[in-house]
């Protein structure tokens, strides 16, 4: 699945577009990014609903490749600027975090086995 198909899928505003070709196979959602960090392994999406830049930090480290913040957050322009400078896709939907995971997982994007 794209990225722009991500977006679509959650009824998505784009707030940072990186590359929207770019494909994704997994996708991960967690408020603690300690979590993301111990536990998180070859996710190409991050679901948050945490507001703070170690959000983009964390998901550069993984390699990820999209952020999509939920509820309806829309995060400050520090994250939004960092999140440019690391060509990464910021999105915002205004699903809940079990929601979007649910609607990604039903339109084929799966987590980690």
Same mark, same amino acid.
């Given at each position: 699945?794209?990225?722009?198909? %991500?977006?679509?899928? $959650?009824?998505?505003?784009? $707030? ?23 536990? %998180? ?8 609903? $945490?507001?703070? !830049? ?20 829309? !995060? ?17 939907? !205004? @699903?809940?975090?079990?929601? +979007?995971?649910?609607? $990604? @997982?039903? +339109? ?6």
């Amino acid at each position: 699945m794209k990225v722009s198909e %991500v977006a679509k899928v $959650l009824h998505s505003e784009i $707030l940072v577009e990186g590359n929207l070709d770019e494909e994704v196979l997994t996708a991960c959602g967690s408020d603690m990014m300690s979590d993301v960090l111990a536990f %998180v392994k070859n996710q190409s999406v991050l679901l948050t609903g $945490l507001m703070n !830049p170690q959000v983009v930090r964390t998901a550069e480290m993984m390699d990820m490749h999209c952020i999509i913040f939920v509820r309806g957050k829309t !995060p400050d322009q520090t994250i939004l600027n960092l999140a440019e400078m690391k060509d990464m896709t910021v999105l915002a939907t !205004p @699903y809940r975090m079990f929601t +979007a995971c649910g609607k $990604l @997982y039903e +339109a084929g994007l799966r987590g980690e086995e």
